[in-house]
């Protein structure tokens, strides 16, 4: 549920596609400046649950965006609680900042 509530805030405080949240890294957020770069799109290829990643449809579409306190205290909360995670389950890393697991999580965030 965090991840979803996540996406709504960061969506709503930036007017991203939500190609470009899910695309999202934690390489592309400054946590203390509240700036968030989109410089490129999720998409999914003829309806597999794979995520691809690309560039925006035009060089021109890069852009900063600038996060609320509030946003950049979820996003802090979020990534503590996923590093947490993934040190207990000793996964590989992954530094996308919405990981879909599942094609229902997928499902719901392109309606």
């Known amino acids: 549920?965090?991840?979803y509530r996540l996406f709504?805030?960061?969506a709503f405080n930036t007017g991203a596609?939500?190609?470009e949240i899910?695309?999202?890294t934690?390489?592309?957020i400054d946590l203390d400046t509240g700036k968030i770069s989109f410089n490129k799109t999720a998409h999914f290829k003829n309806g597999s649950p794979?995520?691809?990643f690309d560039g925006l449809k035009n060089g021109d579409s890069e852009r900063i965006e600038y996060i609320s306190e509030y946003v950049v205290k979820l996003i802090k909360d979020y990534k503590e609680l996923k590093e947490?995670?993934?040190k207990k389950l000793k996964w590989v890393k992954n530094f996308r900042l919405l990981?879909?697991?599942s094609v229902e999580d997928i499902k719901i965030m392109i309606r």
Do not use: G, K
Request: aromatic share 8%.
């Open 84 to 86: 947490e995670v993934v």
């Open 1 to 3: 549920m965090q991840m």
């Open 17 to 19: 596609r939500r190609s």
């Open 22 to 24: 899910i695309a999202l």
């Open 50 to 52: 794979a995520v691809l």
């Open 99 to 101: 990981r879909l697991e």
């Open 8 to 10: 709504v805030y960061i």
């Open 26 to 28: 934690f390489s592309d």
